[in-house]
């Protein structure tokens, strides 16, 4: 009879201790569940603030740039609706900080760096080569018909690109619209026949 007694207790207590270890595993698998959820959260909501900053230093870019070419061309004394603007780029160089400004008003270019407090670094004017090719072959395609041409075939709208900057130039007896543009962090240069729109030359970096 005790010896019965001794074998129920045995069975008792190693059930006991199946149960205490399964508890155990039951808890920590939930705390590791919990570690895994949290850590998931987390990185979330990085990803989340990242996008959030980017977003927020594009707007701050963006309207950097409205302020900027407003101060050049309230020196110039022309209106918005009077210029071609061949390129407005953020740039820092030796801890300074401003925008390059390159913009045409008839035969006449205009070049300014403009700090991001409002102050003009440097300016210039100069008769413009691209005016002077311009008025030399009259039957070029428009600059809207070219920078459509250079989007359609690069597949994106102009909504989502920064920095188009575009020149003329003469090349083989032909003029040339040559295109540098940024799209989701790569830039895109384009060499385009400006009679033809027949693409010569592209490249992506």
């Given at each position: 009879?005790?010896k019965i007694y001794k074998i129920m207790a045995v069975v008792l207590v190693s059930i006991f201790a199946i149960q205490g270890c399964s508890s155990d595993v039951d808890?920590?698998?939930?705390?590791?569940?919990?570690?895994?959820?949290?850590?998931?959260?987390?990185?979330?909501?990085?990803?989340l603030t990242k996008k959030d900053e980017v977003k927020e230093e594009s707007n701050?870019?963006?309207?950097?740039?409205?302020?900027?070419?407003?101060?050049?061309?309230?020196?110039?004394?022309?209106?918005?609706?009077?210029?071609?603007?061949?390129?407005?780029?953020?740039?820092?160089?030796?801890?300074?900080?401003?925008?390059?400004?390159?913009?045409?008003?008839?035969?006449?270019?205009?070049?300014?760096?403009?700090?991001?407090?409002?102050?003009?670094?440097?300016?210039?004017?100069?008769?413009?080569?691209?005016?002077?090719?311009?008025?030399?072959?009259?039957?070029?395609?428009?600059?809207?018909?070219?920078?459509?041409?250079?989007?359609?075939?690069?597949?994106?709208?102009?909504?989502?690109?920064?920095?188009?900057?575009?020149?003329?130039?003469?090349?083989?007896?032909?003029?040339?619209?040559?295109?540098?543009?940024?799209?989701?962090?790569?830039?895109?240069?384009?060499?385009?026949?400006?009679?033809?729109?027949?693409?010569?030359?592209?490249?992506?970096?």
């Amino acid at each position: 009879m005790n010896k019965i007694y001794k074998i129920m207790a045995v069975v008792l207590v190693s059930i006991f201790a199946i149960q205490g270890c399964s508890s155990d595993v039951d808890k920590k698998s939930k705390e590791d569940a919990n570690i895994i959820e949290f850590e998931e959260k987390n990185e979330v909501k990085e990803e989340l603030t990242k996008k959030d900053e980017v977003k927020e230093e594009s707007n701050d870019l963006e309207e950097g740039r409205d302020k900027a070419l407003k101060v050049a061309l309230k020196d110039a004394g022309v209106e918005k609706s009077e210029i071609i603007i061949e390129k407005n780029k953020y740039k820092k160089k030796d801890n300074e900080e401003y925008f390059d400004i390159e913009f045409t008003v008839g035969n006449k270019e205009y070049e300014y760096e403009i700090y991001t407090d409002g102050s003009i670094k440097s300016k210039e004017i100069d008769t413009d080569d691209d005016a002077k090719i311009l008025e030399a072959n009259p039957d070029l395609l428009s600059q809207d018909e070219l920078k459509k041409i250079v989007l359609d075939e690069a597949g994106v709208k102009e909504s989502d690109i920064n920095e188009y900057e575009f020149e003329y130039d003469e090349d083989d007896g032909r003029v040339v619209y040559e295109v540098e543009f940024i799209y989701q962090n790569k830039e895109y240069e384009y060499k385009v026949d400006a009679s033809t729109g027949e693409i010569i030359e592209m490249e992506i970096e």
